[in-house]
């Protein structure tokens, strides 16, 4: 792999910065012009694309997938195989100011396991991302977003619901539908997505 140089069963590119005290767990790859800054955590089978910045403190699960250009700032989080598209953003302070010193004030996000966030899209801090949620490409999140919900546009609002294989599901009468791609079958009950038990 052209450029890359394994540190203890991790990878970074030559032009990578790692800087010390991070836990990097085995096969994660950093790519080129990344930054991966004090405190940070990754998990096993990470994907760290170019020009990336990984602040302190920020966490990821395993095999999560940053693509470029991505700005990760201290106050998220990232469960387990989570997709972050080109050059989405997170905040972390609500009312930043250059003159105001707001270090101890930065709003905690934590984005669940197998969520999507499309490109571009920008996730205002303070608030939650659901379990495999699929965050539309350039949606503004202003507000948490339910697991297996599809949001869209700017400020981002519901317009649907997706499957964990990331297919849009259509509910019948009896309020269940199923994935095209995995057969998985799933019920809407209180205004909530679940994985069905009928699934075979």
């Excluded at 970074?12 to 767990?25: F, K």
Aim: net charge negative.
């Amino acid at each position: 792999m052209s450029g890359l140089v394994e540190h203890n069963g991790w990878f970074a590119h030559e032009t990578a910065v790692v800087d010390e005290g991070c836990s990097i767990g085995a096969g994660t790859r950093i790519w080129h012009f990344s930054h991966i800054m004090p405190g940070a955590t990754l998990g096993e089978g990470c994907n760290v694309g170019q020009n990336v910045v990984i602040s302190p403190d920020v966490m990821l699960g395993r095999n999560c997938k940053v693509q470029n250009n991505v700005s990760l700032y201290t106050g998220v989080t990232c469960g387990d195989d989570v997709f972050l598209g080109p050059s989405c953003v997170f905040t972390n302070v609500t009312n930043p100011r250059s003159a105001v010193v707001r270090r101890d004030q930065y709003a905690r996000t934590h984005v669940g396991r197998g969520a999507s966030i499309g490109a571009n899209a920008t996730i205002v801090c303070g608030h939650d991302i659901g379990d495999f949620a699929f965050i539309g490409a350039g949606a503004v999140v202003t507000k948490d977003v339910p697991a297996y919900a599809l949001v869209v546009g700017n400020p981002a609002r519901q317009d649907g619901w997706m499957s964990a294989f990331g297919h849009r599901l259509a509910f019948d009468a009896d309020g269940m539908a199923t994935c095209p791609e995995s057969g998985e079958q799933y019920s809407i009950r209180d205004g909530r997505v679940h994985p069905s038990d009928k699934t075979p």
